[in-house]
């Protein structure tokens, strides 16, 4: 007969035990999700629209299911933007229930973000503990790079929300020998190649690594259960890059990126080996968006600062852990976990080193959560093996590691508290590593080491508080107080741009071939940033332009008759336009200016047929000779009288030269 435990059975206290500590885990896991979700929306509203190029293809894609489902820039579906749509899907939903509105951009990315540090918590924890969970999580809630882009609208935020979601299943399809989850984690990844690409299959190798070795069932299920997760893979993703193919160009949107109009140039060129060779059909070339190529290049400048600060550490305890765990059976959990995250980190870290192509600095992003998951398995892996003077020597080698390399990344600004922090580190990492290697009483040792965290968060969280407090506009956005010019390259305490900085300037206006560039002055982004910091800071080179008042009157008269209310050079042009209007625009040349789309003929058919309404002269970075943005120019400026709205040269597509105010707009255009 089963009886009661009493106060006094040996029972109780363990059963009490248990209760508190779960009473502690939910609260303690709500409490990072809430810190997080306070971090990441904090005056989220400053950057206004953010990256407008984005912005604009949600709001196309809250007026039109079709351009929502190609990922069109317009509405029109002249021409999709340069990447594929899932992020698209998920803004462009946003935008279609809420309206349009910087909130609901910019939220769901901060949702997203939130998402990722809980999947990372609950990741570790699976393997490690709680505390260690709630420690990777606020390493990834605090990585500078990660505060940047959940508070951001490139696509990045949702595939690292994917690619850590699948890493999740993964550690459970190997627990379990379960190719059902398996299956799972391929057809995450293959959304995630429908969110940026073949970046989505960076962490493919380790994934599949730790499968192979760690899975409890016999080499040939293992095996089965792989060629499984990739058909998973191929199938998640297949199904929309075939119904692109499928589909008559004359029936879709022209694919941004590419010469020919093919979504597999996109994919295997622009943005797939290209970004590694440097040869990407279609854009300016890589000179300078590919400088530091190497080792150090994640460590140095601007990258240093948005994501190396545990990387030190996490490549020192990747290697110490493995070897921690060497006796363990081959189905070790916390092995197989290293290993996953240990080995995304180094592949996607490898990759970003050494690419020829184009590089930005917040890529840096996708390491933000194998490198805290890594650096703390690690050391939980050593923990274990406290009672060894050389597992104390490594953990206290790997804070000392991270320690020295904080002081030095404090040290490229400028700026105060930066300097002074700096002092502030060294003192708590010493604390930290005395009580690893000396025999401390046991009550001090736990706070000894709280120091040596804090000094390792310390530095990362002090940039991360100044990325919330600055406001990021454009396409070239960086984390920290150091900041990158319009070409990529680092240094340190950027001028912030509404205090005479290049992008308040218009960014390369006028020279560099007329690259446009300041936030539009029509969107909600016009007003100051706030927070700490306090200076927004724009894109640059790829931003788009200030669109005149009176100019959005024109356009935004009699809109609903045109399928296209105008056309201009430039996407970064048109969606400036059609955020200040609400109208769709044809951007010529696409994203970088170069794609031959839409051609003359279709454009002169469109003209013609009386779809477009007027044609806005910008002067843009697509408009060279020979080229068919140049093309279009050349051809309206011949058949079409140009008047001037708001210093904008503006030609009136339904009056051809020679006509009448009230001829007849289906006579025009349609011989060159």
Do not use: C
Not at 59 to 72: E, I, P
Not at 313 to 328: E, K, N, T, Y
Not at 392 to 412: D, K, N
Not at 483 to 488: C, K, L, Q, S
């Amino acid at each position: 007969m089963t009886t009661l435990a009493t106060p006094a059975s040996p029972a109780y206290p363990r059963v009490i035990g248990r209760l508190r500590i779960r009473g502690w885990k939910h609260p303690s896991t709500g409490l990072l999700l809430l810190a997080t979700s306070v971090l990441y929306l904090w005056s989220l509203s400053a950057s206004g629209y953010a990256n407008s190029f984005y912005s604009a293809a949600a709001q196309a894609g809250a007026q039109s299911w079709k351009a929502w489902f190609f990922g069109s820039l317009d509405a029109g579906n002249a021409i999709t933007v340069d990447k594929p749509p899932a992020a698209l899907w998920l803004t462009g939903l946003s935008v279609r229930v809420f309206g349009l509105s910087s909130w609901s951009i910019l939220v769901p990315e901060a949702l997203v973000g939130v998402a990722t540090v809980l999947v990372v918590h609950l990741a570790v924890r699976r393997v490690a503990g709680h505390r260690a969970g709630l420690l990777a999580g606020a390493m990834t809630a605090l990585t500078p790079s990660a505060a940047l882009m959940f508070r951001f609208n490139n696509p990045d935020a949702l595939l690292l929300l994917l690619l850590t979601l699948a890493g999740y299943v993964v550690l459970r399809a190997t627990e379990k020998a379960s190719g059902r989850l398996l299956l799972l984690a391929g057809a995450l990844i293959g959304f995630g190649f429908l969110t940026k690409m073949l970046q989505a299959f960076l962490v493919l190798p380790a994934f599949a690594l730790v499968y192979l070795i760690a899975a409890p069932t016999t080499l040939r299920r293992r095996i089965l259960h792989l060629l499984g997760g990739l058909a998973a893979v191929v199938v998640s993703l297949g199904w929309w890059v075939a119904i692109v193919s499928l589909v008559p160009a004359s029936s879709r949107p022209y694919v941004d990126g590419s010469t020919s109009n093919s979504i597999l140039q996109l994919v295997f060129g622009y943005n797939g080996f290209g970004r590694l060779t440097g040869d990407e059909t279609g854009g300016h070339g890589n000179a300078g968006f590919s400088s530091g190529v190497g080792f150090l290049r994640l460590f140095q400048g601007v990258s240093g600062g948005m994501v190396a600060w545990l990387l030190p550490a996490a490549l020192l305890l990747l290697l110490a852990g493995v070897v921690a765990r060497g006796r363990a059976p081959r189905t070790d959990p916390l092995r197989a976990a290293l290993l996953l995250s240990g080995g995304a980190m180094v592949v996607t870290g490898l990759v970003f080193s050494f690419m020829a192509g184009i590089y930005h600095d917040y890529y840096t992003v996708a390491l933000a959560p194998w490198i805290a998951m890594t650096a703390v398995l690690g050391a939980v892996a050593l923990w274990h093996r406290r009672r060894l003077l050389l597992a104390r020597l490594g953990l206290a080698a790997a804070l000392a590691g991270s320690v020295a390399w904080a002081i030095v990344l404090l040290g490229q600004s400028h700026q105060q508290p930066y300097g002074a922090l700096r002092w502030v580190v060294l003192a708590l990492g010493i604390v930290g590593m005395a009580a690893l290697l000396l025999r401390w009483h046991l009550r001090l040792t736990p706070i000894a080491l709280a120091a040596g965290v804090a000094a390792l968060l310390i530095g990362p969280a002090a940039y991360s508080l100044q990325t919330v407090g600055t406001a990021h506009t454009g396409s070239i956005v960086t984390a920290g107080p150091a900041r990158a010019t319009g070409f990529g390259v680092g240094f340190p305490g950027g001028a912030p741009a509404r205090t005479g900085g290049f992008a308040a300037r218009g960014g390369f206006r006028g020279g560099f071939g007329g690259f446009p560039g300041g936030f539009p002055g029509g969107g909600p982004g016009g007003g100051p940033g706030g927070g700490f910091g306090g200076s927004r800071v724009g894109g640059g080179l790829l931003g788009g332009t200030s669109v005149d008042g009176s100019l959005t009157s024109l356009l935004t008269q009699d809109a609903s008759s045109y399928t296209w209310s105008a056309a201009v050079d430039g996407a970064q042009n048109a969606a400036s336009y059609e955020l200040a209007t609400g109208t769709s625009v044809i951007a010529i040349g696409g994203f970088n200016g170069t794609t031959p789309g839409p051609s003359l003929a279709q454009f002169e058919t469109w003209v013609s047929e009386g779809r477009v309404h007027y044609y806005i002269a910008s002067g843009g970075f697509g408009g060279g000779t020979g080229s068919t943005a140049g093309e279009i120019q050349q051809w309206v400026a011949q058949h079409f009288s140009a008047t001037t709205v708001g210093g904008t040269t503006v030609y009136d597509l339904t009056q051809q030269t020679g006509t009448s105010s009230t001829g007849d707009a289906g006579t025009t255009g349609t011989n060159a």
